[in-house]
């Protein structure tokens, strides 16, 4: 089975901090793919970033970037200089092959979220 | 382009009533997801449709259906319904089934059960 986790329930910092938002997944699959999505006040999830289980290189958008390691299992995601429009719930998510299986869920597997708070 | 479209956006429901939520994707999108997020056990996989069938369904009781029409919109239904059912149905769909492709999440449908 899938699992991913976000152990930061909540974070709140001062408005130009940099802040990390942490991701640990488990799978047994060797072929996956990792998601970061936004949820801002008005409730739409908005996509960020995919990754695949094959490429370990880092990625920078702007203030936002994102570490993938393998060897931890881990995909987290840090915001360079903070913003109040930053501030909303953060999910990570999993996404494994399991078509047609009736197994395994071939709908994302979402860790609980990071409820992320910026400050002015 | 227009996004995914949810409606209604609030249904109020009493227990043991049948609730149906709608669901609209991007155009020439193929496949489609259903979402619960009910307090404290955050997003949890519902339903998948894909060319009018389903494929694959989470960890949820039978009372929990749905279909996709041919125009690929598709309809959650939830059956005799209990005050737990309360949460927020995220529709989301993705250009068919590839593992990388990301879902796009329209707004979604708040039910409230009394």
């Known amino acids: 089975a899938q699992k991913v986790t976000q152990a930061q329930t909540e974070i709140s910092v001062v408005e130009k901090e940099d802040v990390t938002l942490d991701c640990v997944y488990e799978t047994r699959d060797t072929t996956y793919y990792l998601f970061w999505y936004k949820q801002p006040p008005s409730g739409e999830l908005v996509f960020l970033i995919r990754r695949n289980s094959f490429d370990e290189q880092n990625e920078i958008s702007g203030r936002y970037s994102w570490n993938f390691q393998k060897s931890t299992s881990s995909f987290n995601f840090t915001i360079t200089a903070s913003q109040v429009v930053d501030s909303a719930v953060y999910f990570c998510?999993?996404?494994?092959?399991?078509?047609?299986?009736?197994?395994?869920?071939?709908?994302?597997?979402f860790g609980k979220g990071t409820h992320l708070i910026i400050q002015p | 382009e227009a996004g995914v479209t949810q409606s209604p956006t609030h249904l109020i429901k009493t227990r043991g009533q049948q609730a149906t939520l709608r669901c609209s994707p991007i155009s020439g999108h193929t496949s489609v997801y259903w979402y619960q997020q009910a307090l404290g056990l955050g997003l949890q996989f519902l339903l998948w449709?894909?060319?009018?069938?389903?494929?694959n369904r989470g960890n949820f009781p039978p009372r929990f259906s749905g279909r996709q029409f041919p125009n690929y919109s598709s309809e959650l239904n939830v059956n005799a319904l209990e005050l737990e059912d309360s949460a927020l149905y995220l529709c989301?769909?993705?250009?068919?089934?590839?593992?990388?492709?990301?879902?796009?999440f329209g707004p979604g449908t708040r039910l409230t059960v009394l």
């Open positions: 449709y894909d060319e009018g069938e389903e494929r």
């Open positions: 998510a999993l996404s494994v092959s399991g078509r047609g299986s009736g197994g395994g869920a071939d709908g994302l597997t």
């Open positions: 989301a769909s993705s250009l068919g089934y590839s593992l990388g492709n990301e879902q796009f």
